[in-house]
């Protein structure tokens, strides 16, 4: 299988090649040359396998002959070993026909240890089999960070270095990256916001010679092997539900556009997906751009959903890309008109594309508190302000009552104990194996959002 960038210009990659690059050198993101698909009979045969058998199914046509078969098969287990559930991704019914996909039984409670914990197993495999070393640089929102410090944490061949917008993440959040001890992962606190965040890692990429010197990989949400990680869990729940003999919805929360990316290649792949609704908080520029066709940049509104602050959705180019018939140059020329201008018309036909394949909602504060109380009342569930969006979302797009819809539940509440609580009165416990984070020494450092600064920072605190 062969990754190529969408903005055309870059060198075309192996999966592992593309997994440890990240961000493409033309400043675009991987995509995979063609979407390999699984025949009918191959999904039916995914029903009552483990998470770890359909993980690899579902994932070994895209890496191709990249890691040998029981190799990636060993990785799997071991990326999954840690969660706290069996099923690692169970389905709660919370309505007649509606469900919440539970995928916070990982060591950092959101879905994001479902890819970081396999990509750290990855990136072990690859760089033991190079001898070589790397620095991840990444941008978090909040989750991502604490997943991947926890994933990487003590690895030989790895420095780990997480920018998160100071002050603009749950104190939850912000212990699981502050509180472990292994030298080789660091949380800088930025003075400014997510985009910021994200900004300087993009710059950083784009400093060939700072990339090149300090072996520069990402692990955020823009990291190919991310997504494919999680378009996994679309499988293992729309199979439980009666997939493939019958269609399955899915209402996502999104911030960076990569969970329901996964969604939608689960779909180009073969799995019955109806309505796929992108769920925003009121920072609400994907749900705009389907209701307007103009992609504008808005600034961005702290909300008790975090990890969805967010107005650039860096995975929203890779839909771009298919939108524009995977021509480089207009992914280029619409990404440019966003740097300068500030946004984008899409054309008529990617629009119209676009409706097609998804819904879109919104929920704002209020909405989502009294989502979170409703809930609590009627099936005594605790769900964290994230999973409200997607489910308050879901009540609006409700297509066919015949088609299951699935909300997936993207973090703990526990993680949000403030917001919860005022929201239900019930203020959720954090699960006795993570309770230490709550009085273990701190460690951050706060930096300014300057990008010579920070490269500086970073030289100095890398292993020689
Ligand atoms: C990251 C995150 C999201 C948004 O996911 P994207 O893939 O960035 O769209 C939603 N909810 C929670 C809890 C998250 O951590």
Redesign the pocket.
Known sequence: MRYVSTRGQAPVLSFEDAMLAGLARDGGLYVPEVIPTLPWNEIADLAGLGYEETAFRVMSPFVGDSVAPDALRALIDRAYAGFGHAARAPLVQIGENDWILELHHGPTL???DFAMQLVAQLFQHALAARGSRVTIVGAT????GSAAIDAFAGLDNVDVFILYPHGRVSEIQRRQMTTPTAHNVHALAVKGDFDDCQALVKGMFNDHAFRDEMGLAAVN?INWARVLA?AVYYFTSAVALGAPHRPVSYS???????????GHIARSMGLPIDRLVIATNRNDILHRTLQTGMHRIDGVEPTI?P??D?QI?S?FERLLHELLDRDGQAVVNLMEALRQQGGYALPDAALARLRGEFDSGRSDEDETRATIAAIHEVTGQVI?P??AVGVKAASDARGRPATPMVVLG??HAA?FPDAVEAACGVRPDLPPRLAHILDAPERLRIVENDLAALEREIRMEVRS
């Open positions: 959101a879905f994001k929102s909040g989750d991502t949400s999680q996502v929360p999104t911030g960076n556009f990569g969970d329901i990316y996964a959903s990890s969805m967010i959705s995975n964290d994230h999973t993207t973090a993680k």
